[in-house]
């Protein structure tokens, strides 16, 4: 398994469901549905003005979560990192028409994105067998 594969996954079955270490010391698990793969990276986007961004960093070890409907599971573990990257930021527009409407632009000051760092992986199949990605 690779990151290509990785991100064609997340894409084919969304949304993945994240999961992060809230400030109140409480698991907190919602849905993101951006991810976007740029070189050997898949990043994702949100507010800053969100409880997300706020918890990433508090604390950046974080979780996801996909299912495919043939029953495919897509487990991520990895270190959250936030990067004032513009170019990334046009790419994710690019990608997702609907940014514009909450972000206007890729400038805007509340739009951030973020990167999957020490990323592993688990994908399992419904007949128990799986493929492993470390990176």
């Known amino acids: 398994m690779d990151l290509k594969e ?3 996954f997340l894409d084919d079955n969304a949304p993945a469901f994240l999961a992060t270490l809230g400030t109140c010391g409480n698991p907190r698990v919602r849905p993101i549905q951006s991810p976007l793969l740029v070189g050997d990276r898949i990043y994702f986007c ?3 003005t969100k409880g997300l961004f706020k918890h990433i960093q508090n604390y950046n070890g974080i979780e996801f979560c996909s299912c495919s ?3 495919t ?3 991520l ?3 959250a990192i936030f990067e004032p990257n513009l170019e990334v930021k046009r790419k994710m527009f690019e990608k997702y028409p609907y940014l514009k409407n ?10 951030e994105v973020f990167y999957l760092d020490n990323l592993s992986a688990r994908m399992q ?3 128990g067998e799986f493929k492993l990605f470390k990176a």
């Open 6 to 8: 990785i991100a064609q």
């Open 46 to 48: 949100t507010s800053n």
């Open 69 to 71: 409907k043939e029953g």
């Open 73 to 75: 599971f897509l487990r």
């Open 77 to 79: 573990r990895a270190n």
């Open 102 to 111: 909450l972000y206007d632009t890729p400038e805007n000051s509340k739009f």
């Open 125 to 127: 199949f419904n007949n």
